[in-house]
């Protein structure tokens, strides 16, 4: 489970296993052994005791801005499990595990976009062929790339992740209307995206 707290004003504090969330219309417990993550979207407080119950229970504390952008995390200071994945990430960017990774996460983000065009050109009488099959071979491209250092290869996955991206969000621009994607762009269609990705980045 992820609790997000999104209301102004909110209090978080702890009773006994439980998270405890006051706001002026409510007040909701929950169960710390069923919690994964809290997510601190909005101007709110924290008691002493949440930390410390979130740091023994390893359960990550995220700080997101309005937008959903996260800007800060409180984590046990231990060698546990999420330090111990911190401290390989950051070795892994010296050897070729990190060239691996970027493009699995790379593959993995252009498949997902390939994906939901495809299941949208389906519907609308293959309006989305040409870019089906644009994205398709930028796919494969990926997998040609052969260094291991992630510098070496910084340029390129950039560009087939900047590429993809102007695609995908073409193909969405002929179904739902907005101006551009922007990251901190006013409108229903950015703000949407821009909470999801939040949501996503704190993972």
Known sequence: MIIIVNEFGAYLSKKENRFVIKTKEKEE???ADNVEQIIIASPSSLSEGVVKLATEKNIDIVFTSYY????????PCTLGGTTLTRREQAKA???ERGVIIVKEILKAKLKNQLFLIKRL?????KMFASEISVLEENILKIDIINNEKIDDIRDKILGYEGYGASIYFKCLNK??????RDSEGKDIFNMAL??????LYSE
């Open 194 to 199: 821009n909470y999801g990705y939040g949501i």
């Open 121 to 125: 050109s389906k519907t609308r009488d």
């Open 29 to 31: 417990e929950y169960s």
């Open 93 to 95: 960017y010296f050897d």
């Open 68 to 75: 959903g952008k996260p800007f800060a995390r409180i984590y």
């Open 175 to 180: 179904i739902v209307s907005f101006k551009s």
